[in-house]
């Protein structure tokens, strides 16, 4: 089992930044991808940001890229999402998970391929 614990949502201004923290525990061996996802309400799970676990490679969505940094500490047990220039379609419950899937030449983009989820933790820009 792995367990995955979200912290730092918060209410932000538009244009504002964010640290999103994802702590990561338990059998972690293997995982190859802990990525975060985000629900905004009515819609699917959406793809923002992940990291090839072992390696730190990042994966970023086009709709955040140049604004949201993804990355890890050394020890591997927490994920990072840094969140600039913050607008009011980035709100959302962002989700961190975890998957033992290989997809060849990639993050896993699709939220069936994570096993492990966390509660989620809440981000809402407002104007």
């Known amino acids: 089992q792995v367990q995955l614990v979200e912290s730092g949502g918060a209410l932000v201004q538009v244009g504002g930044s964010l640290t999103l923290s994802c702590d990561v525990s338990?059998?972690?061996?293997?995982?190859?991808?802990v990525t975060w996802f985000r629900q905004a309400p009515g819609k699917e799970h959406d793809f923002v940001a992940g990291?090839?676990?072992?390696?730190?490679?990042?994966y970023v969505a086009d709709s955040v890229k140049g604004r949201f940094i993804v990355s890890r500490d050394n020890a591997e047990k927490t994920m990072f999402l840094q969140m600039n220039s913050l607008n009011a379609e980035d709100t959302a419950v962002y989700y961190c998970a975890a998957s033992r899937h290989w997809c060849s030449g990639s993050v896993c983009h699709g939220p069936e391929q994570y096993e492990y989820w966390g509660q989620g933790t809440q981000v809402t820009v407002s104007s």
């Open positions: 338990g059998n972690t061996f293997p995982i190859y991808y």
């Open positions: 990291l090839r676990w072992s390696t730190a490679y990042p």
